[in-house]
């Protein structure tokens, strides 16, 4: 058996991790795969890599390009998500913030700096024709931590995947004043470097696997039960949650990314003239 450590978020779009290790389906080509529920995000997946507490991580592409850019020692192994996610624009439910024009200028909550929300705050602040700086950046760590800063300070916007949040929107804890898509895939699957060197067939293998299975998910009513089962959503939420998820591994589209590459580099998180970071 080959050991394979790899980490995810807490979030359904992980599904086909899921199903495949219930099934048993990597045991059966001979990997141990190790799976790490990282409820903080792609920020601290970067970070596990780096440390090499992980060989391989599913990440939101914007942090994974953003780290890997900057010197991150792992390499885009394949794409996962291939649509877009839905960030939602959220604010205290209790703020008198109601509109995205009533947003400039106003402090951000992310889970830690180099993750999504962070990259997704930056971008929707330029839209909005202003640039946040350090003290505008609220560290919360999570989505539970984000809930109880809106509920503990001053008003600040939080971005994160909209079905995800949903919850707490019906709580009455957030309100949704937006919603951003960005055209690239929603989440990569990245490799370590040493780990593509030294156990390249382990990697091919299991992307095997996980292609099959997502391959082999037929949408329907099971799919609906699985997703409401392991997101913990209402059947309502489930069926439009799927809706908008597209499942594909392979090499991503240059296209896509470079499109990420120049806004990331526009927002000077990344430096210019790079290449995109592919396994060949």
């Known amino acids: 058996m080959k050991s394979l450590r790899i980490a995810g978020v807490p979030e359904p779009y992980n599904l086909p991790w899921h199903l495949a290790m219930e099934k048993g389906l990597f045991h059966k080509t001979g990997i141990d795969l190790q799976w790490h529920t990282v409820h903080e995000g792609t920020g601290r997946m970067c970070q596990m890599l780096c440390d090499d507490e992980l060989d391989m991580a599913v990440l939101v592409s914007e942090g994974a390009v953003r780290d890997i850019l900057n010197g991150g020692p792992h390499r885009v192994a394949s794409t996962f998500v291939n649509s877009a996610l839905p960030w939602g624009v959220h604010v205290p439910a209790g703020s008198a913030l109601y509109a995205p024009g009533d947003l400039k200028g106003m402090p951000y909550a992310v889970s830690r700096l180099g993750s ?67 055209p690239w895939p929603g989440f990569v699957i990245v490799a370590t470097e040493h780990f593509l060197v030294d156990h390249r067939p382990v990697l091919d293998n299991a992307l095997a696997v996980l292609s099959a299975e997502v391959k082999g998910m037929k949408r329907g009513p099971h799919l609906v039960e699985l997703v409401m089962q392991h997101a913990s959503f209402p059947e309502a939420r489930a069926k439009e949650w799927l809706k908008h998820v597209s499942w594909s591994l392979g090499r991503p589209k240059p296209a896509s990314l470079r499109t990420l590459v120049e806004r990331l580099s526009r927002l000077d998180l990344v430096p210019t003239n790079t290449d995109l970071p592919f396994v060949a």
């Open 116 to 182: 999504g929300s962070h990259i997704m705050a930056m971008i929707h602040a330029e839209r909005l024709g202003w640039r946040p700086q350090a003290s505008d950046l609220v560290v919360v760590n999570n989505m539970r931590g984000a809930a109880e800063r809106m509920q503990a300070g001053p008003p600040v916007i939080f971005l994160w995947e909209t079905y995800v949040t949903a919850s707490y929107v019906d709580q009455g804890i957030m309100r949704r004043v937006d919603e951003l898509r960005a």
